[in-house]
């Protein structure tokens, strides 16, 4: 790698260097700002390493500079005790990481190294990715949109790294899918793969989850327990929903990330862990930092390499291969083809659920199809008020196509009363409705379940 290395610091400079050009890479030494900015433009660095505090406008300037000259190449911040705002302004700048002095050179070499091995991998998928750009799927994922094109390239170069990975999308995106996925596709992969939903539990219990527990050190602590950091040693740690995750298990959290040590609660002994870290949110964590309601520190040292899922509705070209997927996997060794004209209506939904509420809606029309053909929209379409105000078609169109998926609807109610013998339960459960809704539909409809007459008043739906 060649790097430029910009410190007013004689030693540390000089044992930076040395450090530096023992591992293998090329290094320029600045001990000013301007000497720094003639560098970034003659010698065209891969990285660079600038204090914060230097003669002239300092290590900020360098930053920006760097951004202006090469957006994607690696800057990393050195701060001294006292500078801390300087460098998160920094991060905010775009910087890729920061150290705070005293530090080891190692350290330095290590993060650099890193850097070079993410480099190389980058440089050898694009030569390959042409052919790993294939619609099969991948790793638990199907779909050609570019969009997920990038998140493949994106997944294969971050997975032999160690690096913290953050991935960000909409409920039902598939992240945990992503986070095996890079598991699956590391070096960790022999290692234990361990998720937990920060938003599952309360602050106290996702405490005791996370980091273990001593016999004793509360009131129903019976035995000591493991935590999940502890389970996921030599593997791979995925907390799903970290944007529900309270303040005060944020700051042990941080500490685990800087420190790779972790205490279960009622001790005092702190245990070494070797971890990846991923992350997933359905919220945008920047927006939670600048709101005090997520630690900027911590986003920080998360955000290292983020990964975005699209939503379904902005990789819709990708609906028709997902849709044949889902049916040959949950098909039951029955063949299905879906008609032209539910496609094009498929197509216009908004699918809010994304690619979770596609298969939920393919397993509940395979589930009532009584054998192999053709599904058409009222197999497939969602009952709910979101299809019918959802569609993406003008004036003149949309009142009909509401009396066509009306019609549908009571076709499908019909379906799924004979499909549960007349049981309505089981109807209103398998269409994921209330059983309530579901008389209020019959009553509205005029449907007759299979051997009764129809109900008579809302009285009857709650016996």
């Known amino acids: 790698m060649r790097i430029l290395l910009a410190d007013d610091e004689p030693t540390i400079a000089i044992t930076l260097q040395d450090a530096l050009v023992g591992a ?38 360098v930053l920006a500079r760097s951004r202006e000259l090469a957006p994607d190449r690696p800057v990393i911040v050195m701060t001294a005790f006292g500078t801390i705002d300087q460098a998160v302004e920094a991060m905010r700048m775009g910087a890729h990481n920061y150290v705070q002095k005293p530090f080891r050179n190692q350290a330095i070499v290590s993060m650099v190294g890193t850097l070079a091995r993410v480099r190389d991998l980058e440089a050898e998928n694009a030569a390959l990715r042409a052919e790993l750009a294939a619609a099969k799927p991948f790793e638990g994922f199907v779909g050609s949109a570019p969009s997920m094109r990038a998140v493949f390239d994106r997944i294969r170069t971050v997975a ?79 907390l799903d929903d970290i944007d529900d995750m309270p303040l005060a298990v944020q700051v042990k959290l941080l500490r685990v990330l800087q420190e790779r040590t972790i205490e279960r609660l009622g001790s005092e002994t702190e245990r070494k862990i070797d971890i990846r870290v991923v992350a997933a949110t359905k919220l945008s964590l920047r927006k939670l930092a600048d709101e005090k309601r997520f630690r900027e520190d911590l986003y920080y040292r998360i955000n290292v390499v983020p990964i975005h899922l699209p939503p ?142 129809p109900p008579e008043d809302e009285a009857a739906a709650s016996h």
Request: hydrophobic share 40%; with cysteine; aromatic share 4%.
């Open 24 to 61: 293998g890479h090329q290094v320029w030494v600045a001990s000013d700002t301007a000497t720094a900015l003639e560098l970034l433009a003659s010698k065209e660095p891969d990285v660079v390493l600038t204090d914060v505090r230097m003669p002239g406008k300092g290590g900020l300037e």
């Open 160 to 238: 032999p790294t160690d690096a913290t990975v953050l991935i960000e999308g909409e409920s039902g995106t598939g992240k945990e899918v992503a986070a095996r996925a890079i598991h699956q596709a590391s070096t960790r992969s022999n290692g234990p793969f361990v998720a937990l939903s920060c938003a599952a539990l309360p602050e106290t219990l996702l405490e005791a989850e996370l980091f273990g527990h001593e016999k004793g050190a509360f009131t129903d602590a019976r035995r000591e327990k493991r935590g999940r950091f502890e389970m996921a040693d030599k593997g791979t740690i995925f």
């Open 312 to 453: 379904l509705r902005e990789r819709i070209e990708d609906l028709p291969i997902l849709l044949a997927h889902m049916l040959q996997r949950h098909g039951g060794g029955r063949h299905f083809d879906v008609a032209k004209s539910t496609l094009t209506l498929m197509q216009r939904y908004r699918w809010p659920g994304n690619v979770r509420e596609l298969e939920n809606s393919v397993q509940r029309a395979v589930a009532l199809a009584p054998a192999s053909g053709e599904l058409q929209l009222s197999d497939l379409v969602p009952l709910d008020e979101r299809w019918r105000g959802a569609t993406e078609v003008d004036d003149g169109q949309v009142r009909p196509l509401r009396e066509v998926l009306r019609r549908l609807e009571i076709e499908h109610i019909k379906k799924a009363l004979a499909h549960c013998g007349g049981h309505r339960s089981q109807t209103a459960e398998l269409l994921g409705i209330s059983r309530k809704v579901l008389w209020e539909k019959m009553r509205d409809f005029s449907i007759t379940a299979p051997g009764e007459a």
